[in-house]
């Protein structure tokens, strides 16, 4: 009877070198889940619009009431809240200095969104090369054991390979799974930013029609 190897046989067949690769990239792709989770929540929080927000601002900027847009700017935890605050804070100067603060602000909130994105394109790329290294081990360890057993056979050398390529395996799962989640994220950041800029034109054309 034929035995086949289960996943678990397979993962660990590769010997020292073989499980040191897959414990590496067993840690990646934990990694990369926790980036993905984690930043598609801060993204999505992010994303959130308060229409009742905006319609407030809109009417104590109307009502030269200053100091209630503040409050309100301080007590929303939103990008957008922070960003129209920059905005109020200023809203006596020229509107190129109003229009710079928001700018500035908005450039911090993308930078936080982003956070730790590049470590989710590290992994995609560093994974697959990773697996690779493993295979590579393998492979050196198999031919070592076929020029060192004067009774080698083609089963042992297609033992050797087949583990060794186990690595490279893991290794395009790994780094298919960060990459698809980087551009997912890429995405969703890119759409948040559309939404910053929209709602900042909006109010920057509220300030100068009540200038």
């Given at each position: 009877?034929?035995?086949?190897?289960?996943?678990?046989?397979?993962?660990?067949?590769?010997?020292?070198?073989?499980?040191?690769?897959?414990?590496?990239?067993?840690?990646?792709?934990?990694?990369?889940?926790?980036?993905?989770?984690?930043?598609?929540?801060?993204?999505?929080?992010?994303?959130?619009?308060?229409?009742?927000?905006?319609?407030?601002?809109?009417?104590?900027?109307?009502?030269?009431?200053?100091?209630?847009?503040?409050?309100?700017?301080?007590?929303?935890?939103?990008?957008?809240?922070?960003?129209?605050?920059?905005?109020?804070?200023?809203?006596?100067?020229?509107?190129?200095?109003?229009?710079?603060?928001?700018?500035?602000?908005?450039?911090?909130?993308?930078?936080?969104?982003?956070?730790?994105?590049?470590?989710?394109?590290?992994?995609?790329?560093?994974?697959?090369?990773?697996?690779?290294?493993?295979?590579?081990?393998?492979?050196?360890?198999?031919?070592?054991?076929?020029?060192?057993?004067?009774?080698?056979?083609?089963?042992?050398?297609?033992?050797?390979?087949?583990?060794?390529?186990?690595?490279?395996?893991?290794?395009?799962?790994v780094g298919i799974i960060a990459y698809i989640?980087?551009?997912?994220?890429?995405?969703?950041?890119?759409?948040?930013?559309?939404?910053?800029?929209?709602?900042?034109?909006?109010?920057?054309?509220?300030?100068?029609?009540?200038?």
């Amino acid at each position: 009877t034929k035995k086949t190897l289960s996943v678990i046989d397979l993962i660990t067949s590769g010997g020292i070198g073989g499980n040191l690769v897959m414990g590496a990239l067993g840690l990646l792709s934990l990694f990369a889940i926790y980036i993905l989770i984690e930043r598609f929540s801060v993204i999505k929080k992010a994303s959130k619009e308060d229409e009742n927000f905006l319609k407030s601002i809109q009417n104590f900027v109307e009502a030269k009431d200053i100091q209630a847009a503040k409050t309100l700017c301080r007590n929303t935890d939103s990008p957008i809240s922070r960003m129209i605050e920059k905005g109020v804070n200023r809203i006596d100067k020229p509107m190129t200095d109003i229009s710079a603060a928001i700018e500035n602000q908005g450039k911090l909130e993308v930078f936080k969104m982003e956070n730790n994105l590049a470590n989710l394109a590290t992994i995609s790329g560093a994974a697959p090369m990773i697996g690779f290294l493993g295979t590579v081990i393998g492979m050196i360890i198999a031919f070592q054991e076929m020029a060192r057993k004067e009774d080698f056979i083609t089963k042992d050398l297609a033992e050797g390979i087949y583990t060794a390529m186990i690595t490279t395996a893991a290794g395009l799962v790994v780094g298919i799974i960060a990459y698809i989640s980087y551009n997912y994220l890429v995405n969703k950041v890119d759409k948040v930013i559309f939404q910053l800029e929209a709602r900042t034109t909006e109010f920057l054309d509220l300030l100068h029609h009540n200038n």
